[in-house]
């Protein structure tokens, strides 16, 4: 999985096609990233004691690593990314402009 935590990406399908949003979480496992503010769902929650009411919270829930692409630092738009090594270390690479991430 090329998408790691701090990544600034775009969602290229699906509901929220067009958000940017930055990776807050990789789940490399399952191939999934947690996004902030994309896949926000309304979630119930009970109460947990008896002066408590239960409320409905936003959760944000992941999204498949299919569904996103990097957002190029140079031009702001989407691009894949790529593996170059230098100096002995493999360094992931903006396809379209070729600057590193």
């Known amino acids: 999985m090329k998408i790691r935590k701090d990544d ?8 929220d096609k067009g958000k940017t949003g930055k990776v807050l979480r990789a789940f490399p ?35 498949h690593v299919s569904n996103v692409m990097i957002v190029d630092p ?7 990314v790529g593996i170059k090594n230098v100096d002995g270390k493999n360094i992931r690479v903006s396809k379209k402009s070729g600057v590193s991430l």
Do not use: C, F, M, W
């Not at 399952?30 to 994309?38: H, M, Q």
């Open 8 to 15: 600034n990406v775009i969602v290229i399908t699906g509901k």
């Open 29 to 63: 496992e399952e191939n999934k990233i947690l996004l902030a503010g994309v896949n926000v769902k309304k979630v119930h929650k009970k109460a947990t004691k008896s002066d408590q009411k239960g409320q409905i919270v936003d959760k944000a829930l992941p999204i």
């Open 74 to 80: 140079k031009t702001g738009k989407p691009s894949r």
